[in-house]
């Protein structure tokens, strides 16, 4: 099972970004899915998580300024961000934390490679 993110990039402050976060490999279905972050000497932190059910989770931080959401069909999880700043500068992270697969197997606390989002103010 392989997680591939989407996105990242430079925006001004007060701008939009959507991240995407798409699993492959003979997947079954995914139960709730997550985006977490880590800025520079800092330490990971969670952002937002989404249910099989599409039932939205968000860190105080970023609650009213992003928006995830998921496309079970295409075992895809986004991340809508706007009004962006320079604090939510960090290496964007999406996580899967059981993947069950077509084999009957499950895969447990899968992980994307991360995509950088840059805020300059």
């Known amino acids: 099972v392989q997680l591939q993110a989407f996105g990242g990039g430079l925006v001004q402050a007060g701008g939009s970004l959507r991240l995407s976060c798409t699993a492959s490999g003979n997947i079954f279905g995914i139960n709730a899915m997550a985006w977490y972050r880590q800025a520079p000497g800092k330490q990971r932190e969670f952002v937002a998580a989404?249910?099989?059910?599409?039932?939205?989770k968000y860190a105080d931080s970023v609650k009213g300024r992003f928006t995830i959401s998921r496309d079970n069909a295409k075992n895809t999880v986004y991340l809508q961000m706007n009004s962006l700043k320079p604090e939510d500068t960090a290496v964007y992270y999406c996580n899967a934390p059981i993947v069950r697969l077509t084999s009957g197997d499950t895969r447990y606390d899968r992980w994307g490679q991360g995509t950088l989002v840059t805020v300059s103010s």
């Open positions: 989404i249910s099989a059910g599409s039932s939205p």
